[in-house]
């Protein structure tokens, strides 16, 4: 049996009344198994929660050894750059469309009372950190769970641009861009892009070029200890811009160096144990249905 755990962080963003719901039926929840949680202070606000213990987000991993998230995958992303600096687990529920990374449902609250007593499948998940630099100066930063995506600004245009891996030239590419995603982020928007799926366990990395200008640009998937450099183009009359999660925008003026590696600190995810990948593949993007002729 795996550790179990004593103290519960509780995260959610509240966008609409079903994560409102559950997470009131979480916290019901827990009060009746007598646990010890704290709710993370944006969330307690939203609920106009002002009875139970609150904490702020950069404090929870002091207080807590294992966070829970109520949302969708893109919550869980979110919580995952709070949690993974903190060597916190997460756990999802999902009140998501898809939910790859949240699988617990909201009518299957039971199920958390088995993992809180070490009950559980444990998933380590990496991350990707990004950095920008112009002239040997850094001007940005981030990391990601999914995916790096270079995208071009507010007008659309194409991107030139060199790839290197270790240093080692690839290829040039005038595209619309390029997703450089984890096996996390292979089934989010390196999938739409015609990337590969990436079995978690695989310690690798994709690259999806976004429509490029040439039929022979393909997916390559590398080790994930390899540094990725990409080098924007003196060429290019705009700045195209750097996204990671979506949540961040980089500018990448011309002739500035793009690094991407993997971060040291893994994520943590915690699967109830009746939790298979293979089965959350064919629910999710409906494998082996009879499709509806209308």
């Known amino acids: 049996m795996a550790t179990a755990f004593k103290s519960i962080g509780i995260i959610g963003r509240v966008r ?10 979480l916290i019901t929840y827990l009060r009746e198994q007598e646990c010890t949680f704290y709710i993370e202070e944006e969330t307690a606000d939203s609920l106009n929660e002002k009875n139970e213990a609150i904490l702020p987000r950069e404090k929870l991993g002091k207080h ?33 469309s898809l ?57 659309p245009h194409m991107i030139e641009f060199e790839i290197y891996i270790d240093e080692q030239f690839v290829c040039s590419q005038n595209s619309d861009g390029l997703i450089v995603a984890t096996p996390t982020g292979s089934t989010a928007y390196a999938l739409s892009g015609g990337g590969p799926i990436l079995h978690p366990q695989l310690d690798a990395i994709v690259l999806v070029p976004m429509f490029p200008h040439s039929l022979n640009s393909r997916p390559i998937v590398v080790e994930a200890n390899r540094r990725i450099h990409i080098i924007i183009s003196p060429n290019n009359m705009t700045s195209p811009r750097l996204s990671c999660d979506g949540r961040a925008y980089i500018n990448t003026p011309a002739g500035c160096r793009i690094t991407v590696r993997k971060k040291p600190q ?5 699967h109830p144990t009746d939790y298979h990948y293979y089965e959350a593949l064919r629910s999710k993007l409906h494998w082996g249905k009879k499709l509806t002729i209308l």
């Open 266 to 270: 893994e994520l943590h995810l915690i």
């Open 64 to 96: 807590c050894d294992i966070l829970i998230v109520v949302g969708g995958d893109g919550s869980l992303l979110h919580a995952a750059h709070i949690a993974v600096n903190q060597d916190l687990p997460v756990l999802g529920i999902n009140r998501g």
């Open 16 to 25: 609409n009344s079903g994560v409102k719901e559950t997470l009131y039926s």
């Open 99 to 155: 939910g790859f990374l949240t699988d617990i449902l909201p009518t299957e609250l039971e199920k958390i009372h088995a993992i809180l007593q070490g009950e559980y499948i444990l998933e380590k998940r990496f991350l990707l950190t990004t950095s920008v630099e112009l002239h040997g100066n850094n001007i940005g930063q981030d990391d990601s769970l999914n995916e790096v995506a270079l995208i071009p600004d507010a007008i």
